[in-house]
């Protein structure tokens, strides 16, 4: 194996805890869970690189309507294992005469996601120890989702169907809210960045446009780079290949000569070999705003649906007007009632202004996610529209949807009739707790459409408080619930439609121009 292969990874660049545990969930759901002896085998580059106790005392309502505006974090606050690596494992070049195990930073620097991945897992098949501490950090935060035709006995469950297209989420027994709290983890945060306008719109660049039969329509951006560490200089050239399906990310050797980049970019898809590129110009804005709608994913709209204990039908439960102080209560909890008119933040599809949508919503900012919530009860209700069709208009076009009841009754997904929701995450009042607590308790389930994976945190049985604790829970779960909802082969077959059209118009535009 090569010295490149058995690099240290540099976890200032990147969450190794959060890598870990998407590739420990991807593993353990391709192989079945047959187990801990069967979860880390020999897989090759194709396998690695597949895409892939409350114990604190609740605030108050008064204290969380009025609590102070959050600040924007980073994507992850999962405990980062990178001083532990680092002193127990890095070792220099100087320190080793072989330089086997040398800590490289600039060689992890130039890998992309895929390659990053195997380089930890080879890493850490050398290393027992730090990986079975992941493996049991990583486990920790995996659910378990099981078809439904696998349940005895459904009383004590939220979610109920015999849709065999849905898996449901088991609450865990054995874990607490606070366990979870300490490895919370926003999965695949690279996903989320913006890298062309981070790292190439604003360098003299060159953009390379071309359309083969089997890719498809391709725009590359290509710069040319020099890094300057330890007082020494390293040219490299920084790539972006958008094809139909994604946007790769690469670095190549340093080159004068934009054919010989050419070459090099070449070799990294087999598609690419027989293409003839021709240079853009003027669609650095172009490519911006294809960035903007295919790759930032931090601006969330989410769907949230009272249901009362007799409704068992779609038009019954968008057709309620009055709530419950449990549910105001809720959405106190997970974000702040805004007025819509004049409103300057993410308005995930609401009319900003003329109250058309509705006077007021729900919003909260969360790990530099902004999210607007879609409140059934919020949005305008008309008698005469018998299937409320202008609440549906939105929640039927949300990709999850949070159910909220303020009875532990069963909730059945197959009731709604949507084809855009995937992922319904239902919440309801634990009555006998609650008396008990002297203060709101939560129970919680989830569920996905066939192709969604389970996603973290997982669900404690024990019930969970109404307070900021359970918000950070609860978010988290959207924002991991929503990802894997885009993962599911319908959209990604939407999602590649939109890219052919956007690209392939582009092209078509600049080069016959």
């Known amino acids: 194996m090569s ?12 969450d190794l805890l959060n890598l870990f ?30 895409k892939n106790n409350n114990s604190r005392v609740p605030a108050s309502r008064t204290a969380l309507k009025n609590r102070p505006r959050r600040k924007k974090r980073g994507l992850s606050s999962a405990p980062r294992p990178s001083s532990k690596i680092k002193k127990e494992y890095s070792l220099s070049t100087e320190d080793d005469e072989s330089g086997e195990l040398g800590y490289k930073k600039q060689h992890w620097e130039r890998l992309d ?9 080879s890493y850490l098949d ?42 449901i989420e088991i609450a865990d027994e054995n874990t607490t809210l606070e366990e979870q709290l300490g490895i919370l983890t926003i999965l695949e945060p690279e996903s ?50 958008r094809t139909i399906s994604n946007d790769r990310w ?65 038009d019954e439960m ?59 009860t919020y949005l305008p209700y008309q008698e005469g529209d018998t299937q409320r069709l202008e609440r549906k208009r939105h929640l039927g076009n949300d ?28 919440i309801s009042v634990d009555e006998n707790l609650t008396k008990e607590a002297g203060e709101t308790v939560y129970r919680v389930s989830s569920c996905g459409k066939e192709g969604a994976e389970p996603f973290c945190p997982k669900i404690p049985a024990s019930g969970l408080r109404a307070n900021e604790d359970f918000r950070k829970f609860i978010l988290t779960k959207v924002i991991n619930g929503q990802k894997s909802a885009l993962k599911t082969e319908s959209f990604k077959a939407r999602n590649a439609r939109a890219r052919e059209q956007m690209l392939r118009s582009i092209v078509n535009e600049h080069i016959n121009k």
């Open 318 to 376: 968008y057709s309620n007007v009055e709530t419950s102080d449990y549910f105001k209560e809720f959405l106190e909890v997970i974000g702040d009632e805004v007025e819509l008119e004049g409103f300057q933040g993410y308005s995930g599809g609401l009319n900003t202004t003329s109250n058309v949508t509705g006077t007021h919503s729900i919003y909260t900012e969360y790990e530099e996610f902004n999210i607007m919530f879609h409140v059934s």
């Open 21 to 50: 545990i998407h590739e420990t969930v991807r593993v353990k759901k391709k192989r079945n869970r047959k187990g801990l002896s069967d979860l880390f085998g020999n897989h090759g580059e194709k396998d690695a690189d597949e």
């Open 113 to 121: 996601i895929g390659k990053k991945k195997r380089r930890l897992m």
């Open 192 to 241: 989320d960045l913006l890298y062309y306008k981070s790292h190439i719109s604003q360098k003299e660049h060159v953009n390379l446009a071309s359309e083969g039969e089997e890719i498809g329509p391709v725009i590359i951006s290509v710069v040319k780079e020099i890094r300057r560490s330890d007082g020494s200089k390293q040219a490299f050239t920084r790539v972006i290949i």
């Open 3 to 14: 010295k490149m292969a058995d690099t240290i990874p540099d976890t200032e660049d990147e």
């Open 399 to 426: 990709v999850l949807v949070i159910v909220f009841q303020d009875e532990g009754i069963n909730f059945d997904p197959s009731w709604m009739n949507t084809e855009m929701t995937h992922v319904y995450i239902v």
């Open 250 to 314: 690469l670095f190549i050797p340093a080159t004068e000569k934009t054919s010989n980049a050419i070459r090099e970019i070449k070799q990294a898809d087999h598609r690419l070999q027989d293409l003839s590129f021709k240079k853009l110009s003027g669609v650095e804005d172009e490519l911006l705003n294809f960035e903007e709608m295919f790759q930032k994913r931090n601006n969330l709209r989410v769907g949230v649906l009272y249901r009362k204990s007799d409704q068992f039908e779609e």
């Open 126 to 167: 050398k290393h027992e120890d730090l990986k079975r501490e992941l493996t049991e950090t990583a486990l920790k935060a995996m659910p378990v989702w099981i078809n439904p035709n696998d349940i005895e006995n459904y009383d004590d469950m939220l979610i109920y169907t015999t849709n065999e297209n849905y898996t």
